[in-house]
């Protein structure tokens, strides 16, 4: 069974930044796309960054040049630096990751919230 734990939420002013951290554990025998959606109460979650094995990653347009995502492939970790937080980035992220382990799985991390005050 695979477990995403995902951190690094806060609460911080509009502009400041913050670092996101999500780790896979688990029998992977391969992690495939990891990365972050985003969801507000009442809306539908959204995609904020993927990247892929190979480390082609994909943004939101509404976060392009502010986020940067990243992946430690040695430790299934992903990374997201969130830089010029605006309110409207305040959410509740979660980790998503796809792959294999015996087989195909997709999981979903706990969620992890910031709060960007303007």
């Known amino acids: 069974q695979v477990q995403l734990v995902d951190s690094g939420g806060g609460g911080v002013q509009a502009g400041e930044s913050l670092r996101l951290s999500c780790a896979a554990s688990?029998?992977?025998?391969?992690?495939?796309?990891i990365g972050w959606y985003r969801q507000v109460s009442g809306k539908q979650r959204e995609l904020v960054a993927t990247?892929?094995?190979?480390?082609?990653?994909t943004y939101a347009d509404s976060v392009k040049g502010r986020f940067t995502i990243s992946r430690d492939n040695a430790k299934n970790t992903v990374y997201l630096q969130m830089n010029s937080l605006k309110a409207e980035d305040t959410a509740v992220y979660y980790c998503?990751?796809?792959?294999?382990?015996?087989?195909?799985?997709?999981?979903w991390g706990q969620g992890t919230l910031v709060t960007v005050s303007s």
């Open positions: 998503n990751a796809n792959g294999f382990t015996v087989k195909y799985f997709e999981v």
């Open positions: 990247i892929t094995s190979g480390g082609t990653a």
């Open positions: 688990g029998m992977i025998r391969m992690l495939d796309a």
